[in-house]
């Protein structure tokens, strides 16, 4: 048999493919019947004849080298699963399959299947198989790499195929081929793209690094690659055991499929059929993992999908001499917060704080600074604008190119939040710092924010906390956060209004951008701006009110916030939702008014009917005109049909009704009274066994569900105008929803920190005075230390285990969280000085993938602290040189030493090594810290 690797001469293929197009028709299952012997003898048909000469090859000879090409194809095919039995599945695409696997490494058969092809698919290119030579000489379940793909497999599908793992998925990947874009094209019959697929390799030409899932019928199905990501990714099965994969189309099962793929990095583009004609498919929505939240799930049915997440943030960034411009870009909520002169140290934190960040990340300046950083992320756009652009340029331009990415809407403009700390305050915390004193997690590290919050917390509140300890705020927001610390803490009894369901600001901004908001998100936020209203109109919080407004415009971007210019505005919100929404108070009962029956059981299945079919009741104001006149056609509708259902039930009669929600119908359970009873039929015209109806009762229901769906479209318009209306008061949505959420973290942050013996210190002077303990620690059960540092700082000496780290980052913990403006566990009457910085310092062992030893890690980390020393920096190092040898340690700290007094710079040393050593060359006095 001659091997598969050995083809033969060009004519011969081109000559075998010519047959073989004629032959192909006869593939047929009512032809082969699904058996191996009938499906060989139609590819025997595919003769050379007497052009086999001009080749050099003999009748004979050419039909058994043709005979053996076939035959070792179909053995192939066999082990790649495409040989079926006789259960009715199709053979065409398996034939044609066969046929470009023989003719894959010829140049002739790629140029035929081209010129077959619609000038509109003009974007991609022929590729009989994905993998290479050498790749597909391995085993089929074999985990495979990046260089085993062809050269024109694009170089993003390469890097995510080599991750794939599972069985199931690693069996499709050697299925790939055909085109350059899906690899599904080779399982097509007769290797060309007709109709849908052809519409897709478009779609995907313009979008090659999504995961397309289209909507077909009631499936959402995907193809090729894509189908291979659903398998790796989600769990799903393929079809046929062919790269191909789908689900029910329905809003919970989508949103499971997008966060699965958006987990782990790769971003979705949704098409769905258009309403008014199903031929006819739109680009929904474009998803990734920094906007995975699909917005339009109302439109695939009643099911809804889960939790919304605002997603992870795209970030921008401009390199500069004098620091950096640093921004996150969050496109749910319509908003760039930024900062500027923020040292590439706590950019690192900043990033950190997040699951990842969103690709790509928008970068303009030098590409030599940014090579030095081994953390920064790979996934770059580099902007490369002129150096004289001004930085609002440079954020609307990442703004403008985010928008074509997600092919969003430029409109409503991002709001810019400029939230620059002033020279006075504290700057964002180093990474190393953020881990040591509990505000990014670390190992055996009590995390701050959950000993500083209560357990039932928001999760919004707690996120709100974690950034402001992680990059602190300007001192006017400081000292708004203590006044309102101050005025919680004196009046224990204080109750806030009702503000326990308040809505992300994400989720308000995304859904009513979108319109598609719906009647729960409505009322969560009705019952915000009415909670904020009362706390606004009402003396009692007077002392609230100035600082909170204060911390909420500098949040939003507001230049100002005047009370009683933002009452007005919350005053015409709530006036809309008067005007749109039912009101509660007044109830609306689909299962009200439609007794037909004292019978129990056939009473419910009439209710079960309305109930399944009205669930737009209580949601759109009757008062409205088009509300008004739809719910009267459909009382009028609902009349009829329990006229039609009691007109058949006997006097006596016990479940006589049966409710199927499958089909929505409902039918008698036994012949009803009247002459024109007959048979009921379920929703694809089959006879159902003992089920009875009448043509008045067709009819009723027909009318029924004709007017129920008029209301429910009345309904869903009322709720888009409403979104619509809304969408020109956002600003103030922002706004309310941001105050409410300061308020509840500061309530929650005061009552728990005041019950735990928490206290809010002065900020003043250059001394830190404070009796102190360490924060994850009950006050019953903490030793407190009263501690005295001067300006000039100290040394800790002592024994291991002694207790030197753990004061110390009592100390740290204290003096971020009071120049953050909130309550510190110490004893009343505290003093802490007003710090520029807060630094960490520690040996955290070597980093082997950057080529880094534990000596050489905490040499950066000192060289980040030298750089910007200053007064006003409390740093705080913790066993520094245990990364090298006892003589250069000592040497290495007291150079630390030295160089920190010279800049004014407030030292805590902790260690047991240089208790003599420091005492000769320095002033540093281990006395100042007592316990």
Not at 30 to 48: F, I, P, S, Y
Not at 352 to 367: E, I, K, L, M, R
Request: contains cysteine; aromatic residues 8%; charged residues 25%.
């Amino acid at each position: 048999m001659i091997s598969l690797r050995q083809p033969g001469p060009p004519p011969f293929r081109k000559a075998l493919l010519e047959a073989f197009k004629k032959e192909i028709q006869s593939f047929h299952p009512d032809v082969h019947k699904g058996d191996r012997q009938l499906l060989v003898e139609r590819l025997r048909n595919c003769r050379l004849g007497k052009d086999a000469r001009s080749f050099n090859l003999e009748a004979e000879q050419a039909q058994q080298v043709t005979k053996a090409y076939v035959q070792k194809l179909w053995t192939l095919a066999a082990d790649k699963g495409l040989a079926v039995d006789s259960d009715g599945v199709k053979m065409r695409s398996a034939a044609a399959h066969l046929a470009r696997c023989f003719l894959e490494e010829a140049t002739e058969p790629q140029e035929t299947i081209t010129e077959n092809l619609s000038p509109e698919t003009a974007g991609w290119k022929a590729l009989a198989t994905w993998l290479s030579e050498r790749a597909l000489e391995r085993e089929p379940g074999s985990q495979l790499k990046a260089d085993d793909f062809h050269e024109d497999v694009s170089p993003f599908w390469r890097k995510q195929l080599e991750r794939v793992n599972r069985p199931e998925a690693l069996r499709l990947v050697h299925q790939l081929g055909g085109d350059n874009l899906f690899g599904w094209l080779r399982s097509m019959a007769g290797g060309r793209s007709t109709g849908l697929f052809d519409k897709a390799l478009r779609w995907k030409a313009n979008m090659p690094d999504y995961v397309l899932l289209v909507q077909v019928g009631d499936f959402f199905e995907a193809w090729g690659v894509d189908a291979v990501m659903l398998v790796q990714w989600c769990g799903l099965n393929p079809m046929a055991r062919r790269a191909r994969a789908g689900f029910p189309v329905n809003a919970a099962s989508l949103q499971q499929t997008i966060d699965s793929l958006t987990r782990v990095e790769l971003s979705v583009a949704v098409y769905v059929q258009s309403a008014e004609n199903k031929t006819k498919r739109i680009l929904r929505q474009v998803l990734t993992p920094g906007a995975p939240t699909y917005l339009y799930g109302h439109e695939l049915g009643k099911e809804q999908a889960g939790d919304f997440s605002e997603g992870r943030p795209y970030i921008a960034m401009r390199l500069r001499t004098n620091g950096l411009l640093f921004a996150e870009i969050r496109p749910f909520r319509r908003e760039v917060c930024f900062r500027e002169d923020v040292t590439p140290e706590a950019v690192e934190a900043l990033l950190a704080d997040h699951d990842g960040v969103a690709w790509p990340v928008f970068v303009d300046g030098s590409t030599t600074q940014v090579k030095k950083w081994k953390w920064f992320p790979k996934e770059r756009r580099w902007m490369n604008l002129p150096t004289e652009v001004r930085d609002d340029y440079f954020l609307n331009r990442c703004c403008q190119d985010l928008c074509q990415l997600l092919q969003l809407s430029q409109d409503p403009p991002f709001v810019h939040v400029r939230l620059d700390t002033d020279d006075g305050a504290l700057q964002p915390l180093t990474l190393s710092t953020a881990k040591n004193l509990g505000v990014l997690h670390q190992s055996g590290v009590p995390l701050l924010v959950a000993h500083a919050l209560p357990q039932e917390t928001p999760v919004a509140a707690r996120r709100l906390m974690r950034r402001w300890l992680l990059a602190p705020r300007s001192e006017e927001c400081v000292h708004a956060m203590r006044l309102m610390l101050k005025a919680f803490i004196s009046n224990e009894a204080m109750i806030l209004p009702s503000l326990q369901r308040v809505p992300p600001v994400a989720k308000v901004v995304a859904y009513i951008t979108a319109q598609t908001a719906n009647e729960r998100l409505f009322r969560d936020i009705k019952d915000c701006m009415e909670g904020l209203q009362t706390f606004l109109q009402n003396d009692r919080y007077s002392a609230l009110w100035d600082p909170l407004l204060s911390i909420a415009a500098i949040e939003t971007g507001l230049d100002n916030l005047d009370r009683q210019k933002f009452l007005s505005e919350i005053v015409r919100v709530l006036a809309l939702f008067e005007m749109r929404l039912q009101d509660p108070s007044q109830p609306d009962d689909p299962a009200a008014n439609c007794s037909i029956s004292r019978d129990a059981d056939t009473q419910r299945a009439v209710e079960r009917l309305f109930e399944s079919n009205e669930a737009f009741r209580g949601i759109a104001s009757q008062q409205q005109e088009s509300i008004s006149k739809a719910y009267r056609g459909l009382n009028a509708a609902r009349d009829d049909l329990c006229k039609a259902l009691q007109e058949g039930l006997p006097s006596t009669h016990t479940d006589m009704l049966v409710y199927n929600p499958f089909d929505n119908d409902i039918c008698f359970k036994k012949k009803p009274l009247g002459g024109d009873c007959h048979g009921a039929h379920d929703r694809r015209g089959k006879a159902k066994k003992e089920r009875f109806t009448t043509k008045k009762l067709e009819g009723a229901l027909q009318r029924y569900l004709m007017e129920a769906k008029r209301t429910e479209q009345a309904t869903q318009a009322v709720l888009v105008q409403l979104c619509g209306e809304l969408s020109g008061h956002v600003a103030a949505l922002r706004t309310a929803v941001t105050a409410a959420e300061l308020l509840i973290t500061a309530h929650a942050h005061a009552s728990h920190a005041f019950r735990c013996g928490w206290t809010l210190p002065r900020i003043s002077g250059q001394t830190l005075e404070a009796t102190i303990a360490p924060y994850w620690m009950d006050s019953g059960d903490a030793v407190f230390s009263h501690v005295v540092l001067e300006p000039h700082g100290a040394i800790a000496t002592g024994p291991n285990m002694s207790g030197k780290s753990t004061l110390m980052r009592a100390i740290g913990a204290c003096s971020l969280l009071a120049n953050c403006g909130f309550l510190c566990p110490c004893k009343s009457n505290a003093t802490v000085p007003r710090y520029r910085q807060v630094v960490w310092v520690a040996a955290e062992g070597d980093r082997p993938a950057e080529g880094v030893s534990a000596f050489g890690q905490e040499a950066m980390i000192s060289a980040a602290l030298l750089r910007r020393a200053e007064p006003g920096t409390l740093a705080l190092v913790d066993e520094f040189g245990r990364g090298t040898e006892p003589r250069a340690a000592k040497a290495a700290v007291c150079a630390l030493i030295e160089e920190l007094a010279a800049r004014g710079t407030q030292l805590l040393e902790s260690t047991e090594r240089l208790l003599c050593q420091c005492s000769t060359v320095c002033l540093y006095r281990s006395s100042n810290v007592g316990s």
